[in-house]
């Protein structure tokens, strides 16, 4: 996302005017702001018990992660108004103001239907008051609901990933100590009552952590129909095609 230096350079072309919903944000090197995009992106860890593999993405794969129900244009014209951008975090609440200008902003709506005069009840829709929220507010508010609302981020798919290199020091196994109580038993197999229990360092271990970057994602094969071609099975030939000289590797990255 382009941000606002604190010494903006000075273009000779007065870019103003073609700022993206009138923005203000300006490259610190001045290059053009039809040079200018907004980037999506997003990270997670993932956890199996043995080990854990940050996962990140970028562009347009995090919208296909996303899934439907998002309004794309309201979030990018907030984030063309944020110094720095639109963020979501599964563990920090929304922030306080979001929460003012959207009661602000209903209570606003309300007085602009009482003084409308209608006498069929004061009814105000969604529209009503997403229309009084600044564009920073109400992109925050429309990424932070779907996020926690939708059901979307969390439907089941194949992930296509590419691995970073692991560290040249990192190809063995993390041992780490845990301080494990046993009791001992007597011939039938129980624990005695005459003994006590006795402590002791049992080594565990953990793979190293991995890098992995979402190239894409699609449906998940297990709800694929049969007659249907998977992702996998689409890979797979142009694997095929690759080692036939069709395709080139280039073609497949």
Known sequence: IPHKPKNPVKSRVDTA???????????????????????????GVIDDGTGQAKLMADRNVVLTLLGSGLDVKSIEEGAWHSDSGIMFLKSVPPRSYVKTA???????????????????GIRITEADVFKLLTVSARAEFMLQRHCRDSKEPF??????????????????????????????????????????AVKSDVATYSLPPLKLNLVDCCMSTNLLNEEE??????IRSLEQQRKSGVVSRSDLT
């Open 155 to 196: 439907r089941v798919l194949d992930f296509l990933c590419r691995c970073k290199p692991i560290a040249d020091n990192a190809y063995g196994l993390n041992q780490n100590e845990v301080e494990v109580t046993i009791a001992r038993k007597d011939q039938d197999g129980l624990p005695s009552e005459e003994s006590e």
């Open 17 to 43: 005017s073609l700022a993206p919903y009138g923005s203000k944000l300006r490259c610190p090197s001045g290059c053009h702001i039809s040079h200018a995009a907004i980037k999506w992106e997003c990270s």
């Open 102 to 120: 959207v009661r602000e902003a209903q209570s606003l709506a309300q007085e602009l239907a009482r003084a409308s005069g209608s006498k069929k």
């Open 229 to 234: 071609e998977s992702c996998w099975e689409y």
